[in-house]
């Protein structure tokens, strides 16, 4: 939608067609909030801000801004709006509905640009597809040339463009429109891609999909007249399989079968000794394969974009923090825990600098920071408020007695 409104205010296409093409986005999202059962979160998304707020622009733009929507600094005031009124939308309405499911991602975002640090903010950031885009990924895109490819393809546009900024007709104007929208829509990947590894998902295809833009005669004709089309793409496509078939090979290589001993004689302990509604709580992954594996009922789970969700998640990962066992004990019986899964490797690991457990916990809660983490304790000796009542090499059944 953005990449769009910036082809509008750039005059590629008319505020009209751009007027119909939000509301059927706006219909769409409505209907998403109805068979989702009244998600409230859809509606208070920067998503639904930035639909009324493009709306909004470009009912009052013609009236406000008399100049021709060809100039620059219009398309800067029209873009600063777009931002400026889609984030403040978007917190009011939040703030009017009191819905905190997705105020996550905003963390997410302040902690790439001030790191912002906060207990929610680390469970992603420490994880390595949250964090920025590694290194190695530009250099394998290099690799097998398709970031050389596009980074031709995108000066051809970025000229061709800049040439055709006068009068075109209607068949070339649609084909350039394509070619505009299609480039923001890759810049717009590349800086997700390049502030969240994981987003890169959305980078890879558009790059193949903006490298096939070398087969274009409307962009490369005049290189056409020297060498033959089929000629320069079967060139390319050479040079590519070389990095290309190296790195097919690599996946094909890559032979075995999951296994996890220990989970699974945790599970059948689970199936044996414990009730069907003996609750359990955990590290998030691991209560996804109690849940579905025993049926048993959990506290928390992977699902993170629920806010009430976060919260028990805290509590259930106040385990590895360095609070006493004792406040710990009384926050999970209020959750109406049974079992505590204790997984001694989420106490030690450390994915880099800052990002243990422990460490994380010593964000939030400074006051208990330099004390032994709960869960080295646990592992030496759990009484006499917890009692170990299952152990493997790596997970330690923790039984919860009622107070």
Known sequence: IASLFAVCIMGYIDSCKLQKILLAHMVSLVVCFILMFGNSMLLTSYYAASLVVIWGILELSPKVLKSSRREVYLWVIEGCAWLFGTVTLKYLTSLAFGIADDAHIG????????????????????????????????????????????????????????????Q??????????????????????????????????????????????????????????????????FAILALMAIEGSANLQTQWNIMGEFSNLPQEELLEW?????????????????????????????????????????????????????????????????????????????????????CSMPEIWDVEDPANSGKIPLCTLMSKDSRPYFITVFENSNYRVLKIPKE
């Open 107 to 166: 963390n997410i975002l302040k902690s790439k640009f001030i790191g912002y640090k906060d207990f929610d903010t680390l469970m992603y950031t420490c994880a390595a597809e949250f964090d920025f885009m590694e290194k190695e990924t530009p250099v394998r895109y290099t690799k097998t040339l398709l970031l050389p490819v596009v980074l031709v393809v995108f000066g051809v546009i970025v000229k061709r463009v800049k040439m055709k900024s006068v």
């Open 168 to 233: 075109i007709c209607f068949c070339v104007g649609f084909f350039f429109l394509q070619l505009v929208y299609h480039a923001l829509q890759l810049l717009a990947y590349s800086v997700l891609a390049i502030l969240i590894m994981r987003l890169k998902l959305f980078l890879t295809p558009h790059l193949c999909v903006m490298a096939s833009l070398v087969c274009s005669k409307q962009l490369f004709g005049w290189l056409f007249c020297k060498i033959q089309p089929k000629t320069l793409v």
């Open 270 to 354: 689970i199936k044996v000794n414990t009730r069907q509604d003996a609750v359990f709580a955990g590290a998030m992954p691991t209560m996804a394969s109690v849940k579905l594996s025993t049926l048993r009922p959990i506290v928390n789970h992977p699902h993170y974009e629920d806010a009430g969700l976060r919260a028990r998640t805290k509590v259930v990962y106040s385990m590895y923090s360095r609070k006493p066992a004792k406040e710990v004990k009384r926050e999970l019986i209020k959750l109406g825990v049974n079992y505590y899964i204790l997984e001694e490797s989420l106490c030690v690991s450390r994915k880099k600098p800052g």
